[in-house]
């Protein structure tokens, strides 16, 4: 899924994330209305394509009583900033598809 902001935040073009979120999300966020919820990311120019090479740091997981939602929530550490994400999966046949999607960045936090 970041992979597909990534290439939004590139391109100035969310229809990919959107092409590969369920029928809900899509119905939900047109293109405009996605790139208008990332401006912010767009804006910082962070390159999210490490995030595709580095192992993210999963705070919190939790699938629905159903089995059919999943929600992940936690960061990739990256320099100069850290990628914030928050997920929401629904399972639609054998494929998890993209519900509900939040990005950020924040600077490291020393331990």
Do not use: C, K
């Amino acid at each position: 899924m970041l992979a597909a902001v990534n290439h939004g935040n590139w391109t100035g073009n969310y229809t990919v994330l959107r092409d590969i979120a369920a029928p809900e999300f899509a119905l939900a966020n047109d293109p405009t209305r996605l790139a208008g919820l990332f401006t912010p990311l767009r804006e910082e120019r962070l390159d999210l394509l490490q995030a595709m090479v580095v192992d993210p740091v999963i705070l919190d997981s939790a699938l629905s009583d159903t089995g059919q939602e999943l929600r992940l929530t936690g960061f990739v550490p990256l320099q100069p900033r850290h990628v914030s994400f928050d997920l929401v999966l629904g399972l639609e046949g054998r494929r998890w598809l993209l519900l509900g999607i939040s990005v950020g960045a924040f600077d490291p936090i020393d331990p």
